[in-house]
Nanobody
Framework: QVQVVESGGGLVQAGGSLRLSCVVS????????MGWYRQTPGKQRELVAK???????NYADSVKGRFTISRDGARHTAFLQMNNLKSEDTAVYYC?????????????????WGRGTQVTVSS
């Protein structure tokens, strides 16, 4: 059983910073990528940032230059450093991971989501 747990959300004033963490636990061979998504009521979940095994990253245009995604491979953890927060960053932030299990000489891919952490930016 694989678990994905986010932490670090909270209430912050516009211009402030928060650091989100995502920890993956369970049985798997390796993590292919980890990503952060966010969602507000009535809107679709959107990609914020993503990082893969080779540390290649990509970001939504709206957060470039303000957010930084990183990972600690040994601890199966990803971080999202959010600086210069704006009211439009208010959302529930979810961690998404793809883990790989090797079986029958093939890589089997499985996607998991965390339950989310609320980020509220007051203006």
């Amino acid at each position: 059983q694989v678990q994905v747990v986010e932490s670090g959300g909270g209430l912050v004033q516009a211009g402030g910073s928060l650091r989100l963490s995502c920890v993956v636990s369970g049985s798997f061979d390796f993590i292919n990528y980890m990503g952060w998504y966010r969602q507000t009521p009535g809107k679709q979940r959107e990609l914020v940032a993503k990082i893969n095994r080779g540390d290649y990253t990509n970001y939504a245009d709206s957060v470039k230059g303000r957010f930084t995604i990183s990972r600690d491979g040994a601890r199966h953890t990803a971080f999202l450093q959010m600086n210069n927060l704006k009211s439009e960053d208010t959302a529930v932030y979810y961690c998404n991971v793809q883990i790989i299990i090797r079986a029958e000489r093939r890589n089997h891919e499985y996607d998991y989501w965390g339950r989310g952490t609320q980020v509220t930016v007051s203006s």
